[in-house]
């Protein structure tokens, strides 16, 4: 692990703007012909981990604190990354920012970009056009003096990696410049996430097993077990850090290891045993010992099976579709004779929008058009009888210079250089030019009478809170011409009389009930808040979809009843990708059935009545997939703001306009996964269960002794686990709360009652004090900033000289009666009878539990009791000791301030051994997200939840140190906070920077105006088990009383943003004093919406006031 001794050390002094992203291309400034991709950097939202895996060299000189702590976390410090180079042989390499230099960015067809981070402009990549220079993998010398060409010879040499490439050697080929990248191709004609299509079946190879053909001793041979090859790693003098954990290496001297290297391609230098070669087109392996290594280049790797995973069928294609079960596995031949790849970045010949960008830097390719390409290019070309029958002419790129055709939201359109854009993950921006939008207060939601006679696939597909089962509505709808995103403010054109009705909270459109009609002249300015945009109807460049045909045989013609499809529609395929194929198959196929009813789809569509094969002749199978075309899928290459869209179909390249109506499904990449392997997306939405895999051995687990701590007690056993009868945990928790019992904590020997504020602070924060201290600090924000009139203290009970005689433990004698005057409710209440209806665990059983859960659930109820901090208000129920709902007020100086948040909590069977359950009410749910941890399906991402992933043990729960008052106090403290951007997983170190500013104040902003929705809906519904509080907290005294000290959050709310809309109205956009402590201004979107906003929680505030 040494690095001393290697030159260049970066030069650190001074201040550096700009920073590599992961995916970038780029090269050693000390030696260019190093070439790589940057796959670390410190801004990693998901860390790899110690890279035990990665064979580790050094090229430039790294200080070894910094490297140490590279191989301790797997994080590069900032201002390094970690690149992974060309050829394996290469390794990666940890490098200082300062001696790489950028060469080309992954930026694909149809992703967001920006000039800079910060900008507040932001636009899609609707074109781009590459070039590039090409290196040979192979070539032949010519001889002068015998007028011909010598015999093949390959680029790829045994050489030190530090050696520059000769670029000046007379016996190799000049490059090849200025290359379209369309004009290209990969190497091999499929490889691993290809989408194909193979009889009438859209699928993505997940796997492809290959063999290796090489060229030893200028005979060609064959491999008996193709992962039994080498490949040379020489290095110089202490360039060598660590080669990867439980790799097979072979070490032949100093300077030169082979590694074990399942994966080749051709030209490749690599050895392997004798004994393990098998000659092949009429070679004879060398007669060597068998034990012995031969070397040689790799001339093919022909595949020999295929694993496919079908993600959907042609249901208007001819014959039978077999439909299998999992991942298929296919033999090549088999499939590469039918098999058609969906290669979009084919340039038909009429198509006038380029979007190759895939192919990099680095990569192996063909000319797509050789015998063209010999004619333009005069390179040299390889016969293939000069390698045994193998085409070596194949090629590296060595550079590549891309332009991008960029349309900014403001509609304008501009042409950059791929070096000066950064990738964008588009994470607040769902309405850009060409969109597809939905006036709000043109929206009506009723009940969907049919959904009874559903097939019953159709309740398989994910729940979706929003209108849950009703059906949605649409009259007002347009086109997006501009987005002003300073202001908020959109251009829309809008159709002349659309009728839309959507299903299933917007994701599925009832394309039989629904027409978009003509587009109209009207065009106008809204506020972007009052628009909205459902998964059914976004269309976005670079989109993979699935097209009805605008000619169908007769023989697909088949009539069925409506209400056995009345509920399929056009949807995004993540939304039913939870269906089996047969399930995708019957679904699609519902839907051709109500499309073939549709008027719109009569008189567009032609009927091909050519008579087919009869079904019992010979081969009739395969006739039928002769007459079938691939062109079902296509990629979506251009949208219009005139609402036309283009699609290059997949099986002849032909760019075609297609009504917005011939959209079946979009495959919005929710397959684009290999199985078993999460998305980064999917690791929010881990079970606990799995989130916990990691951690049998953690502290807390498995530790009987120290998780029985609070089993000595008289009446509770010791020796065993034994399960309790639910009267004995009621029976429990009732003489806890009438203080009958007291809690042995540990083990000493003293009982300690809820009034032992000392303990009870140990008990709380067990290690973790310096931490639950800031939080509470953070939590206090909603007191300390509250005036004396509001009838708030600083005293953590909040109880007033009125109600100081009340006692909590009268609880179960009788819910308190609490008067019209009564100054603030209890924080923790335990109320008779059964808990709401509507709590998410109100269907769990509750489990006796064992004596360790059922006192834990004890000592949990009394620090709640005793603990609670302001503006967190918790309820329990007799009857079901296991559910807690709490209710949250929003703390000031935040978007979330004045705003009530409900969570409901279940203390689960094996509890405290795992973390309560929790769920989030997401009151207004379409709307998106109002925290990157509280999502609107109602999960809560926290790692001491057991959520979230984390490497940090003391942030997971345990069974003896956390408690339910660490897990609100987190929320109330670490969520619920003035910057809520910065809650997005790996985006803390943005928020040490102040980095991405202009998207956190956007967020913030749209956090707040979504946040008096709630407000809004907490006073329009009863909030069951919490309207005392609700109505405590918001709303005037019905008694006109001089004594009431309710806080009246809702007029407070109304004079808060009629302040911060005057603001807007007298201050521009450099105005030196900030509308609210977490709003410099309101854009003027934002007041237009907010407006509204007030005019309706005015309304609530003069009926309640009407009813004093």
């Not at 970066?10 to 550096?16: E, H, K, Q, V, Y």
């Not at 839907?591 to 549709?598: K, N």
């Not at 036309?644 to 075609?656: F, H, Q, S, Y």
């Not at 897990?967 to 997983?985: C, D, H, K, T």
Request: charged share 25%; net charge negative; hydrophobic share 35%.
């Amino acid at each position: 692990m040494n690095t001393s001794g290697v030159p260049n050390a970066p030069n650190t002094g001074t201040s550096r703007t700009f920073q590599f992203d992961l995916n970038d291309v780029c090269c050693l400034k000390s030696n260019p012909s190093l070439t790589g991709i940057v796959v670390r950097t410190y801004l990693d939202v998901y860390p790899l981990g110690q890279p035990e895996d990665d064979l580790m060299v050094s090229y430039t000189s790294v200080p070894q604190d910094v490297l140490t702590e590279y191989l301790q976390t797997g994080v590069p410090r900032k201002g390094y990354v970690i690149v992974q180079f060309k050829w394996v042989s290469q390794g990666s390499s940890l490098i200082h920012e300062d001696d790489l230099e950028l060469l080309d960015r992954c930026i694909n067809f149809g992703s967001y970009v920006k000039r800079i981070s910060d900008d507040t402009m932001c636009g899609t990549v609707i074109g781009a056009s590459a070039t590039c220079t090409l290196e040979p993998v192979a070539y032949r010398n010519y001889d002068e003096s015998l007028g011909e060409y010598g015999s093949v010879e390959f680029n790829e040499r045994l050489m030190p990696r530090s050696r520059r490439r000769p670029g000046t050697d007379s016996s190799r080929p000049l490059p090849i410049h200025d290359v379209p990248l369309s004009e290209l191709m990969h190497h091999e004609p499929f490889i691993n996430d290809d989408l194909i299509i193979y009889h009438q079946k859209l699928g993505i190879i997940r796997q492809v097993d290959r063999d290796a053909i090489l060229r030893v001793s200028n005979v060609p041979v064959s491999l008996v077990d193709p992962k039994a090859i080498e490949v040379p790693c020489p290095f110089d003098d202490n360039e060598l850090i660590c080669m990867p954990k439980g790799q097979p290496c072979r070490v032949v001297d100093t300077n030169l290891r082979y590694m074990e290297h399942d994966y080749v391609i051709p030209g490749q230098y690599v050895c392997t045993k004798y004994k393990n070669m098998r000659g092949t087109k009429g070679g004879i392996v060398p007669k060597e010992d068998p034990r012995s290594f031969g070397h040689g280049h790799v001339l093919s790797t022909p595949a020999t099976e295929y694993k496919v995973e079908w993600l959907c069928t042609n249901v208007f294609g001819l014959g039978t579709c077999e439909i299998p079960n999992g991942i298929e596995t296919l033999r090549a031949s088999v499939f590469e004779r039918d098999a058609v790849i969906c290669d979009f970045e084919n340039l038909s010949a009429g198509g006038t929008v380029e979007s190759a960008t895939s192919l990099q830097i680095g990569d192996m390719i063909r000319f797509r058009d050789p015998k063209s390409a010999v004619q333009k290019y005069s390179y040299q070309h390889i016969p293939p009888e000069e390698t045994f029958g193998y085409d070596m002419n194949m090629f590296h790129i060595t550079s590549r210079k891309t332009a991008l055709t960029v349309r900014w939201l403001d509609g304008s359109v501009t042409t950059e250089d791929i070096k000066c854009l950064r990738w964008d993950p588009g994470l607040d921006e769902n309405i850009w030019p060409g969109s597809i939008v939905v006036l709000k207060d043109g929206i009506e939601t009723m009940h969907w009478p049919g959904l009874g006679s559903t097939s019953a696939y159709i309740r398989q597909l994910p729940s979706h809170r929003r209108h849950r089962e009703s059906k949605i509505r649409a009259r007002t709808v347009g086109v997006v011409q501009a987005v002003n995103i300073q202001e908020r403010i959109v251009t829309v054109r809008w159709y002349k009389d659309p009728y839309l009705i959507l299903l299933h909270g917007g994701q599925i459109l009832a394309s039989l009930y629904s027409k978009l009609d003509e587009l109209g002249d009207t065009i106008s300015q809204v506020s972007l808040y009052e628009l909205d945009v459902f998964p059914c109807l976004e269309r976005s460049h670079g989109d993979i979809v699935l097209l009805a045909p605008d000619t169908i045989h007769t023989s697909v013609l088949t009539e069925g009843s409506l209400s056995a499809y009345n509920v399929a529609g056009p949807c995004t395929f993540s939304y039913t990708s939870s269906l089996s194929l047969s399930e995708m198959h019957s679904y699609l196929k519902d839907m051709s059935l109500a499309m073939f009813h549709w008027e719109w789809f009569k008189s567009t569509t032609t009927v091909d009545t050519s008579p087919l094969p009869p079904r019992h002749s010979h081969h009739y199978q395969r006739k039928l997939s002769e007459r079938s075309t691939a062109d079902f899928v296509g990629q979506i290459i251009a949208i219009d703001v005139n609402g036309e869209i283009t699609v290059r179909l997949a099986g002849t390249c032909r760019d075609v306009r297609v009504p917005f109506e011939r959209i079946m499904m979009v495959m919005d990449g929710g397959f684009t996964t290999p199985l078993g392997d999460p998305a980064p997306g999917d690791i929010a939405t881990m079970s606990m269960s799995s989130a916990y895999a990691y951690k049998e051995e953690g502290p807390g687990v498995g530790d009987e002794e120290e998780l029985l701590q609070f089993d000595d007690e008289e009446g509770f056993s010791s020796d065993d686990d034994e399960d309790m009868s639910e009267t004995t945990l009621r029976e429990a928790l009732r003489r806890y709360v009438n203080g009958e019992d007291g809690i042995l904590l540990d083990d000493d020997e003293e009982w300690i009652s809820g009034n032992d504020e000392e303990e009870e602070e140990e008990a709380i924060s067990g290690s973790d004090v310096e931490d639950m201290s800031e939080i509470k600090c953070a939590v206090y924000r909603y007191v300390n900033s509250s005036s004396a009139d509001d009838g708030y203290s600083e005293d953590a009970d909040m109880k007033t000289e009125n109600d100081s005689d009340f006692d909590m433990r009268d609880a179960l004698d009788g819910v308190v009666e609490q008067s019209e005057e009564m100054t603030i409710p209890p924080g923790f209440l335990i109320l008779e009878g059964p808990p709401p209806s509507d709590h998410h665990f109100i269907s769990k059983d509750e489990a006796g539990g064992s004596a360790l859960r059922i006192k834990r659930i004890q000592k949990e109820c009394e620090i709640l009791d005793d603990s609670l901090p302001p503006g967190i208000f918790v309820r329990a129920w007799e009857s079901r000791m296991d559910l807690l709902r709490v209710l949250f007020i929003g703390p000031e100086g935040t978007p979330y301030q004045y705003a009530p948040f409900l969570i409901d909590f279940h203390f689960p069977g094996d509890f405290p051994r795992k973390p309560p359950e929790a769920f989030f009410h997401s009151w207004i749910s379409g709307q998106g997200r109002i925290n990157p941890n509280l999502y609107e399906d109602g999960k809560i991402c926290l790692s001491i939840l057991g959520t979230w992933p984390t490497q940090n043990q003391e942030e997971m729960w345990s069974a003896t140190k956390s408690t339910v008052l660490q897990i609100l106090v987190s929320i109330m403290g670490l969520v619920l906070v003035q910057s809520p951007f910065y809650n997005e997983a790996g985006y803390e170190v943005f928020a040490a920077e102040g980095g991405r500013r202009v998207e956190s104040d956007k967020y913030t902003e749209k956090t707040f105006l979504t946040t008096r929705r709630y407000i809004k809906y907490a006073l329009d519904h009863s909030v069951s088990g919490m309207e005392d509080i609700v109505d405590w907290n918001y709303l005037p005294s019905r008694l006109n009383s001089e004594d009431c000290s309710r806080p009246l959050l809702l007029r407070r709310a109304i004079d808060t943003a009629l302040a911060m809309i005057e603001h807007e109205g007298h201050t521009s956009s450099g105005g030196e004093r900030s509308a609210s402590a977490f709003v410099s201004r309101l854009s003027l979107g934002a007041v237009v919406m907010l407006r509204k906003y007030i005019t309706e929680l005015e309304a609530l505030e003069v009926d309640a006031t009407a009813k004093q």
